[in-house]
């Protein structure tokens, strides 16, 4: 059962672009198309709108798990500039007695570059610092600065359908450990 569970949740994750966001639409109200939770959108949020976005990654067979949350704030003024933060609890499972902890902390800047929510097509790209802010000993982060990208394509297929796009990279110079949990990137958007 299991095996056939982990091939659907595979498949599933892997078709999740295609899946796309707007599923249902009325006559009364427009379209959403700036509402992926499993992906980032290209999208800034709006003056005055502030997003709370709650992550959440378990490992399938262990017991690791990572907690994110992202909180955006667009820049008074001027939408196409958004800064953000990502705070991380995570829990690695293979240190015996670790428990769970603090992880890295995100300091995110994203500039709508191409489009907006209302466009066929958006590119708001992301740089984000690293802090070391968790422990590498256990498995809670990178123990270093580090610098993460994110570049999110959002498309408007037609009036039902939107994709969403990603490529990014994670630098951490001078790490102290041998791998890390990275938290949903922002889910920062």
């Not at 790490?175 to 990275?182: F, G, K, L, R």
């Amino acid at each position: 059962m299991i095996p056939i569970l982990s091939r659907l949740l595979r498949s599933l994750t892997a078709a999740w672009p295609l899946i796309a966001v707007a599923l249902a639409q009325t006559h009364a109200s427009p379209p959403i198309q700036d509402n992926s939770f499993l992906i980032e959108e290209a999208y800034n949020q709006e003056f005055g709108v502030v997003q709370h976005i709650n992550g959440f990654t378990r490992l399938w067979g262990s017991d690791d798990w990572a907690y994110s949350f992202t909180q955006e704030w667009p820049v008074p003024g001027d939408a196409r500039h958004q800064f953000s933060y990502t705070l991380t609890r995570i829990h690695a499972g293979d240190f015996a007695g670790s428990g769970s902890g603090i992880g890295d902390v995100f300091l995110n800047y994203r500039y709508q570059l191409l489009g907006d929510g209302k466009a066929k097509v958006a590119f708001a790209p992301r740089l984000s610092l690293v802090c070391p802010t968790g422990d590498p000993a256990f498995g809670r982060g990178a123990g270093g600065f580090g610098f993460q990208t994110n570049l999110p394509v959002s498309v408007v297929l037609s009036k039902k359908w939107v994709t969403h796009w990603n490529a990014g990279a994670t630098l951490v110079p001078h790490a102290q450990n041998e791998w890390v949990i990275a938290p949903l990137a922002p889910a920062t958007t």
